[in-house]
């Protein structure tokens, strides 16, 4: 597929006034002139005015269509990211880098990492959005509703030394240094860059500490082009926990704290804080841990050459390698969420008068070092390689597009607890943990293989008709096992163990066939229906925040009986849209560039752990299909000029995602007889997805000055399957300013500016991420971060 993607190019000659003149410079959104989906992108310029540095994910906020929340300015902390596209979430996305596939996202790693682990953010050159169906090449095994591709910048033709230097509030400091070598004379180019990012949370006393490395070369030769591009990051994230509201929170509490922080490094106060291993009973579920982190360290690297094979015939090749090794780090109270009954599993000598009698967890708290916390590692690892191979022939009036995709990954999970000292702590959330350990609850490995196929032809049966058809094959072969299993849940009333097993999945046969129709030199109308698949996840003993895992189920028989009845989810999208691009004379109104799109999704066998209602004995939860989810929505987005100096961009965005059924889960006794609960989900919204939403970006420059307000509408959210309970919509104002120093040709510099930005111009609060917790009565909501100011100075020596 050609995307007439323009780039966010530098300015004109310096000693002119800068002006909006060049229309393909530095546009808030573009969409694509040659496609039969709804495609659009945001450049470089742009995502870099939002904040430098901003996590790519969060830059596609401004598109049509797209929630992106968190609970952090940069959008880094995965813990609490949250996005939504036309009702999908972020597991039901696809993501790649530069073609390389980057997974689900999943806050418990497993099979792959986010863009911004992948990328610095400074050396990304535009972000793809399908928002309905993802192009059939992309690499993902979970791209139900679209996809979002980062591209990385090109290394510069000049020599270039780069320094960005960010300082903002809550003692923020991002550092940014790239050095292009420029393109020698045997045709090759290449940059390296190092960044250092460091941020105090804004609501505790937490930093967010990152280092990263990025090389990328590049070189053309005769017939043929190589890449090679490599990756290291080492990256920490306290967290903070989401507060529990309603039924979420202890019926006898009264406590919901706006941020739930953690209270490291005042070790003193964190032992204070509990009584005999117990918090304050009047915290309830909203008690403080001492602290919890996500630490991540990434190594990735791809090597891809595109080989002229005639002038119209391009074979591609490209391998990569990607190994993760992290884990998340909680020290919590050893009297919480069941944990004295599953300790005692693992030391029953400890148990004296109960599970949780004083005696008991006296003697819970001095095995983990006496200071009444725990120190709960689960430790991630991924090792995972593949290649991607694809051929573009051009033949007369078709353009073929053929590929396969290989991957082999290797995950791993431990879920390991260490002792907490009362004195002289060895732990921090900044640290691996080391030491002795008090217990390994379990160890999962997975072993997995996925091809994907893809075919497609684009016809160009006529000067202004277009048609695109073809399809993608999506199999996935895994094995799961545990070398160490738990022995019991902490929720278990029997021994309940976690599975092992074999899985494949898949369709051969995913279609997909589209129009795009030149009404005019300036409009254009575009078609797709795509049917796609979301293979299942490959995780041993997640569920919550890692989605559903076979691999979760307590017992053997629940997964064999996941294995027999059970089918992936699945997804047709149908899009119809309108684009448009004109210069205009319409009073102050200049040139318009515009696309709305309306869609359909018919979303199957959607997935969901219920209680059961079979032979299964004994009784954990299973995994089942429930039913379907229809959603119905349309996107309207625009950029108006309006002479040189001013730019306005609007999007509005209407989802009607509903699930289509009820389902069964759980039994019921009634006049004697055992019958099963009927959950009446069928014509409720899904959860956490707006029906309304609308994004405004105002642009102005004169000379050297530019400025940008933005501001971001979300709509009441539903937090419940039963819709009973909401948090209320939101507004959010963000400001940027910048002054570039080419005007006053600095002699210390070649290029030069200096910028401002604020976030939550408004200082807003209310909910940022939120997650259901049931059918109806509770959930919990992390905050939205308060106003921040950054400055950054940039410049090229």
């Known amino acids: 597929m050609a995307l007439n993607l323009m780039a966010g190019a530098a300015f004109a000659d310096a000693t002119e006034p800068k002006t909006f003149q060049d229309k393909d410079a530095d546009k808030v959104v573009v969409t694509a002139q040659i496609s039969t989906r709804s495609a659009i992108s945001i450049q470089a310029v742009e995502i870099q005015k939002i904040i430098p540095g901003v996590n790519p994910l969060k830059a596609i906020q401004t598109l049509p269509g797209v929630l992106f929340v968190t609970a952090d300015p940069w959008g880094n902390n995965e813990q609490n990211m949250s996005l939504f596209v036309h009702g999908f979430s972020t597991q039901q996305l696809g993501y790649a880098m530069d073609g390389v596939p980057l997974g689900d996202q999943q806050y418990g790693n497993y099979n792959g990492l986010s863009p911004s682990r992948a990328l610095t953010s400074e050396n990304v050159a535009r972000v793809n959005l399908f928002s309905g169906a993802a192009a059939l090449g992309v690499p993902s095994t979970s791209n139900l509703g679209g996809a979002i591709e980062t591209f990385s910048r090109a290394p510069a033709a000049n020599r270039i030394f780069t320094v960005n230097q960010t300082l903002g509030s809550y003692e923020a400091t991002r550092t940014f240094l790239r050095f292009d070598t420029g393109r020698s004379d045997g045709g090759g180019s290449a940059f390296v860059s190092y960044l250092h990012h460091d941020a105090r949370a804004w609501d505790f006393d937490g930093h967010q500490k990152a280092d990263q490395i990025n090389v990328k070369y590049v070189h053309d030769a005769g017939q043929g082009r190589l890449t090679a591009y490599f990756n290291a990051q080492k990256k920490v994230e306290p967290n903070e926990d989401a507060t529990a509201y309603g039924t979420a929170q202890t019926a006898s509490s009264t406590y919901f704290p706006y941020t739930r922080k953690f209270i490291y490094p005042d070790l003193t106060a964190c032992k204070n804080n509990l009584t005999n291993g117990t918090p304050p009973a009047y915290q309830g579920n909203n008690f403080s841990n001492c602290f919890s982190a996500a630490q991540r360290e990434d190594l990735l690297t791809y090597v891809k050459y595109e080989f002229d094979l005639a002038p119209k015939l391009t074979w591609s090749n490209q391998v990569y390698y990607h190994y993760n090794y992290g884990r998340g780090i909680v020290a919590g109270p050893i009297n919480t969420a069941g944990l004295p009954g599953l300790f005692a599993a693992y030391y029953p000598n400890l148990v004296v008068g109960g599970a949780t009698s004083a005696q008991t967890l006296q003697n819970i708290s001095a095995l983990f070092g006496g200071s009444g916390y725990a120190v709960r590692t689960t430790e991630y690892r991924i090792n995972r390689s593949g290649g991607l191979s694809t051929l573009n022939w051009e033949i007369g009036d078709h353009k073929i597009d053929a590929g396969v995709w290989i991957e082999h990954n290797e995950p791993a999970q431990h879920r390991v607890w260490y002792p907490m000292t009362a004195a002289n702590n060895n732990l921090s959330p900044y640290d691996v943990p080391s030491g002795p350990k008090a217990l390994t609850q379990y160890h999962a490995e997975h072993f997995v293989n996925i091809i994907q196929l893809h075919a497609q032809d684009q016809w160009q049966i006529q000067p202004k008709l277009l048609l695109q058809y073809g399809f993608k094959s999506s199999q996935q072969w895994a094995n799961g096992k545990f070398p160490v299993n738990q022995v019991n849940l902490p929720t278990a009333t029997v021994p309940v163990h976690f599975p092992s097993g074999r899985l494949q999945s898949g369709e051969w046969i995913l279609p997909q066939a589209g129009l795009v129709w030149d009404l005019t030199d300036q409009e254009q109308v575009f078609v797709n229906a795509q049917k796609n698949l979301r293979q299942f996840l490959t995780y041993g003993a ?99 000029d309006f002479g040189p100096h001013y730019r306005l961009y609007n999007a509005i965005s209407f989802t009607d995602a509903q699930y289509a059924q009820d389902y069964l889960s759980g039994t019921r006794v009634v006049n004697g007889v055992v019958e099963p609960v009927t959950v009446a989900t069928g014509g409720k919204s899904v959860p956490l997805s707006p029906k309304w939403m609308n994004k405004t970006v105002l642009s102005v420059r004169y000379g050297a000055f530019e400025g940008q307000l ?65 059918n109806s009565g509770g959930y919990q909501g992390f905050p939205i971060p308060s106003r921040m100011v950054f400055v950054t100075l940039s410049a090229d020596f």
């Not at 971001?712 to 002054?739: C, P």
């Open 710 to 774: 933005t501001g971001d509408y979300v709509g009441r959210r539903y937090v419940t399957y039963l819709n009973d309970l909401s948090v209320k919509s939101n507004f959010l104002i963000g400001l940027q300013a910048s002054w570039n120093l080419e005007a006053v040709k600095p002699n210390w510099a070649k290029v030069a500016k200096i910028s401002a930005n604020v976030s939550n111009l408004g200082n807003v609060k209310g909910i940022s991420t939120a997650v259901v917790t049931g």
């Open 542 to 640: 997640g569920s919550g925040f890692y989605g559903f895992t076979p691999w979760s189920l307590g017992t053997q028989a629940a997964f064999d009986l996941f294995k027999d009845t059970v089918k992936p989810e699945t997804s047709w999208t149908y899009e119809v849209g309108l684009r448009t691009r004109r210069d205009l004379d319409l009073g102050p109104i200049t040139a318009i560039e515009g696309q709305i799109n309306a869609f359909h999704v018919d979303f199957q066998n959607r997935l969901l752990n219920i209680a059961p209602f079979n032979f299964i004995n004994p009784a954990p939860a299973i995994l089942a299909n429930v039913g379907d989810v229809k959603t119905d929505g349309v996107d309207i987005a625009a950029t108006l």
